[in-house]
């Protein structure tokens, strides 16, 4: 006589991940001692956070999957004796109007920090999920005097301008000037980028240029228009001034 041999079907065979939470309940359960629980605690939070990670990664990438470049519709055009500043940027409204409602479709959040020293200002933007993680981007820059400020109105605008660009670089965001009524055919030379106008800007506080000088011996209006072309001279041109300090 034939045995007759029955199998399971490759489903039900299959094995359920456990979790450390039912680990945690099935040691409870068995009167597991406090080291015992300690350890599965710890394990429990580790898996957590890993999660929690997990979900702020995913969620970030959605977003910044929908979230288009943001235009540069504000314009600063004065002249003083200093000489004149002309430059295009996207206010902190602008950008919010943009990203906030896709961040908070993927979970997704934003605050700020700040913390004064001296005539420095530093301004932390706090990304957060739903699901707990959260991840912050710090900025630093002195007090914004220029333009007649009272003291007030320096820290403010210092502040404005470090949750602008916290936001943006936390989120990798990409800025576009306003084109609009330009014709296709009048595209320029390729700028740098905004990090590297911005870098410029510092190193040429840092040295002590006289910044309208040196943009006009750059032949441009604002650190923003500068071609990448000339980008190492400029570099190279400020590292001169650092040494001659």
């Not at 034939?2 to 680990?23: K, L």
């Not at 580790?46 to 959605?62: L, S, T």
Request: with cysteine; net charge neutral; proline share 3%.
């Amino acid at each position: 006589m034939n045995a007759v041999v029955t199998t399971q079907p490759a489903e039900s065979r299959a094995v359920t991940a456990v979790t450390p939470m039912q680990m945690l309940q099935l040691a409870v359960e068995r009167g597991a001692d406090m080291a015992q629980l300690e350890k599965l605690m710890e394990l429990q939070e580790r898996w957590q956070a890993n999660q929690a990670r997990k979900a702020f990664d995913e969620a970030i990438a959605a977003a910044k999957a929908k979230i288009k470049p943001i235009v540069k519709k504000r314009e600063v055009d004065f002249t003083t004796a200093k000489g004149r500043t002309n430059y295009q940027y996207e206010d902190l409204a602008l950008i919010a109007s943009e990203v906030d409602p896709i961040l908070s479709e993927f979970g997704l959040s934003y605050r700020y920090r700040s913390k004064q020293d001296g005539n420095k200002v530093s301004v932390t933007c706090v990304i957060a999920h739903r699901e707990g993680h959260s991840e912050e981007t710090t900025l630093t820059a002195l007090n914004d005097e220029s333009g007649n400020k009272n003291s007030i109105q320096a820290i403010g605008s210092a502040v404005t301008y470090l949750q602008r660009y916290t936001l943006k670089l936390a989120l990798g965001l990409a800025a576009a000037k306003d084109d609009d009524g330009r014709s296709a055919g009048s595209a320029g030379p390729e700028l740098i980028t905004e990090q590297q106008a911005a870098d410029l800007k510092n190193l040429a506080e840092e040295v002590g240029a006289n910044i309208p000088n040196f943009l006009r011996y750059l032949k441009v209006s604002s650190f923003d228009q500068l071609p990448v072309s000339k980008y190492a001279d400029a570099l190279r041109a400020l590292e001169q001034k650092a040494q001659q300090k």
